[in-house]
């Protein structure tokens, strides 16, 4: 009797571990995926547009200084970056 209960010990751990495994990859799949929508949505609002030049890119680049040729850049000093602003 004890034999047989010594025999199922490690197929019951090998299951036990296998199945924590799953749960963990699954977490791991789910944030992904999650991750994987947020970026595709980023690059679908990134593309150009028919027009030529994104909105959006065009904004993002506008926030971080950059400028048209010919247009004039103008600095102002001592006003604090608002909040979620793009690092440029």
């Known amino acids: 009797m004890l034999l047989m209960a010594a025999l199922y010990v490690s197929p019951v751990q090998k299951y036990l571990h296998a199945e ?31 027009h030529g030049a994104n909105s959006a890119i065009v904004a993002i680049a506008r926030q971080c200084g950059w400028v048209y040729p010919g247009e004039r850049t ?15």
């Open 20 to 50: 924590q495994q799953v749960r963990n990859e699954r977490a791991t799949l789910a944030r992904l995926t999650q991750q994987n929508q947020t970026l595709r949505t980023t690059v679908a609002r990134l593309q150009p547009t028919t």
């Open 74 to 88: 103008i600095v102002i000093t001592g006003v604090a970056p608002t909040p979620g602003s793009p690092t440029c």
